[in-house]
């Protein structure tokens, strides 16, 4: 996948000019600043961005450019892009599991934040990495509330074990710390809250007065046409519970937001192959390409179809079942997709709000999965 050196104006002028038989990605760089900007001069405390959610380096750059000056890393090829990118940054190494050659490179290359949710993995911190201006922040987890899935399945200590842990980091003479993640796309704004009062008490428990509060990414983005992100209402709960729960002992405030940062900044066409007995709708993307993500998070309804002069399509929604383009069943989008009653073959179908893993999920099963990226200064059809 690279870059258009072209700059259009949309995705419709590319799509009526191009013709393009795999799916394109259009990302709009002004929608990506505009969103860090947001976070920014909403937020009370440091932005750090989750590079997982989408690597490109033209997201990077963009965020960087717009006054990001953190980023939340899970690998070293991840700590390389940012030091390579923005070598200036500061980096968080929060995936709370690493191998020590893993360790022994995030020094290196002057890693100064952790995460760790486990006695073992605390145990390989305090032996390899220097204590000295470095924060070591204890991941805790709650029952999910108000997200698209559970991500303290797989991370976070209970508060029992959470309290051991930031005992141990503050008496190791490291920067104690807390973090959480209330789980992805989520978008209840006082899921935060319960998280913000149990880290109080955890650091109440442990006799340890936190220099920082991670809360986490979990921020959505725009996938649903009637569900709009409300940041700032979440934004504005956090700080003031921070207070409430914390008093004169508030930490300072980090989030790491991923797809609230770079989701709405990208839009897909992909076309359709063939309209199968006027039921099953095949296109030239799926579930094993940029599309992976909707049956977990849900499908993104901000759809537009277009046709191949660049004519939107206006009949009546109908529903249909959508096939990607692979020979494996399981390469369906969930449930039925309302499309208009007019689509038909080599017609563009565009899903909006597409910036968020879609480039790092993308595989080549089945000889498929070429996928095109563009800039675009509009992202309107």
């Not at 030091?83 to 995936?95: E, K, S, T």
């Not at 998070?297 to 249909?320: E, F, K, S």
Request: hydrophobic share 45%; with cysteine.
């Amino acid at each position: 996948m690279g870059l258009s050196k072209t700059i259009w104006t949309n995705p419709t002028e590319y799509l009526r000019v191009q013709q393009p038989e795999n799916p394109v990605l259009f990302f709009a760089p002004t929608v990506v600043q505009a969103a860090a900007r947001r976070f920014i001069d909403g937020f009370p405390g440091m932005v750090t961005y989750a590079v997982k959610s989408n690597p490109t380096e033209e997201v990077i750059d963009n965020l960087a450019a717009a006054g990001v000056r953190g980023y939340d890393c899970a690998s070293a090829f991840e700590i390389d892009l940012i030091r390579r990118l923005a070598p200036d940054a500061a980096i968080h190494y929060n995936n709370p599991v690493r191998a020590r050659h893993e360790i022994a490179h995030a020094v290196e290359r002057g890693v100064k934040s952790y995460s760790v949710d486990s006695k073992s993995e605390l145990a390989k911190l305090i032996e390899m990495v220097p204590p000295e201006g470095t924060e070591i922040s204890v991941r805790f987890k709650l029952p999910v509330a108000g997200a698209a899935y559970n991500f303290g399945a797989k991370f976070g200590a209970t508060e029992e074990v959470a309290v051991e842990l930031l005992a141990t980091v503050a008496e190791a003479g490291f920067i104690p710390s807390l973090t959480f993640h209330p789980g992805t796309q989520c978008t209840d704004p006082h899921a935060w809250e319960s998280y913000i009062r149990e880290a109080a008490e955890i650091a109440r428990k442990a006799g340890v007065t936190i220099a920082r509060l991670n809360v986490g990414g979990g921020f959505p983005n725009h996938r649903l046409q009637g569900v709009a992100p409300q940041l700032e209402e979440t934004f504005a709960l956090i700080d003031r519970v921070a207070t409430e729960a914390f008093g004169a002992d508030r930490p300072l405030l980090v989030c790491e937001p991923g797809r609230a940062l770079c989701g709405d900044a990208f839009t897909l066409a992909a076309r359709v192959k063939a309209l199968r007995d006027d039921t099953h709708v095949f296109l030239n993307d799926g579930v094993y390409g940029s599309l992976n993500e909707l049956p977990l998070i849900g499908v993104i309804d901000r759809m537009d179809v277009l046709a191949p002069n660049g004519d939107r399509r206006v009949g009546d929604a109908h529903p249909r079942i959508v096939f990607g383009p692979t020979c494996d069943s399981v390469d369906r989008l969930p449930g039925d997709i309302a499309l208009p009653a007019d689509i038909a073959e080599g017609d563009f179908v565009i899903v909006h709000g597409m910036g968020a893993y879609s480039v790092v999920t993308n595989s080549r099963f089945n000889g498929f999965g070429e996928l095109g990226l563009a800039t675009v200064l509009s992202l309107r059809v």
